[in-house]
């Protein structure tokens, strides 16, 4: 059973920044918030991981607040290649359980 | 990172019979997993292949259905057994490399069973 929700779907354009958020209302003290983004066909990939507070890759930033029952996966001037479903997950060993993963599409 | 690959990346098989997967990585793992994900669907994990023992799988999976094998540190397979249509999906093997903490998912073997 996932730990995580997230909404289903998101719509966006060229340019924007898109902020999405997870809830973690079950995370424990020792789990992670990771995301992983898949595109049609191929397997997920890593893109950002953090405890608390933020982190920020090349990729996108991370965002999680003091109590750590949310976390918003935000990425900057989203491109059409961004288009993509997003999974949050809280976890505290290798044994990941997703989501449904919220499904992002940008348009031009 | 890790170079993961999955042979064969796509079949389609009758009823009643068998496939075997593999999963090769270019590096030296800890972990190796094995997902499946239904059409439409998020991943759920299968099992834990551990090197050198018995695979330790999921509620919902079991070993004369899905017999794993990992006989090294780089190398798994997961067999999909006696297939019905309802084993159509994408199989992903997925790692965590020596030394690291990150999880990567290989290319997928998309199975179609007639």
């Known amino acids: 059973l996932a730990k995580t929700t997230q909404p289903i779907s998101m719509d966006s354009y060229e340019g924007q920044e898109v902020n999405i958020t997870c809830s973690h209302n079950n995370i424990a003290t020792n789990d992670y918030i990771t995301w992983y983004q898949q595109f049609p066909s191929q397997g997920p990939r890593f893109i950002i991981q953090g405890y608390k507070t933020k982190v920020t890759n090349e990729v996108a930033s991370l965002f999680i607040p003091a109590d750590r029952k949310s976390s918003t996966l935000s990425l900057p001037r989203v491109s059409l290649s961004d288009t993509a479903v997003y999974y949050c997950l809280d976890h505290n060993t290798d044994k990941l359980i997703f989501g449904t993963g919220t499904r992002l599409q940008v348009f031009p | 990172s890790a170079v993961i690959s999955q042979k064969p990346s796509r079949d389609i098989c009758q009823r009643g019979t068998s496939l075997t997967i593999q999963c090769q990585v270019d590096s030296q793992v800890t972990m190796m997993f094995w997902y499946r994900q239904q059409p439409g669907q998020s991943l759920t994990l299968i099992a834990t292949?551990?090197?050198?023992?018995?695979?330790?799988?999921e509620s919902g999976f079991v070993i004369d259905k899905f017999p794993i094998s990992r006989p090294n540190l780089t190398f798994s397979t997961l067999t999909v057994s006696n297939m019905s249509p309802e084993d159509s999906s994408i199989y992903l093997c997925?790692?965590?490399?020596?030394?690291?903490?990150?999880?990567?998912f290989g290319p997928g073997t998309r199975l179609l069973v007639l």
């Open positions: 997925s790692v965590v490399i020596r030394g690291g903490e990150t999880q990567y």
């Open positions: 292949a551990n090197q050198g023992s018995e695979a330790t799988y």
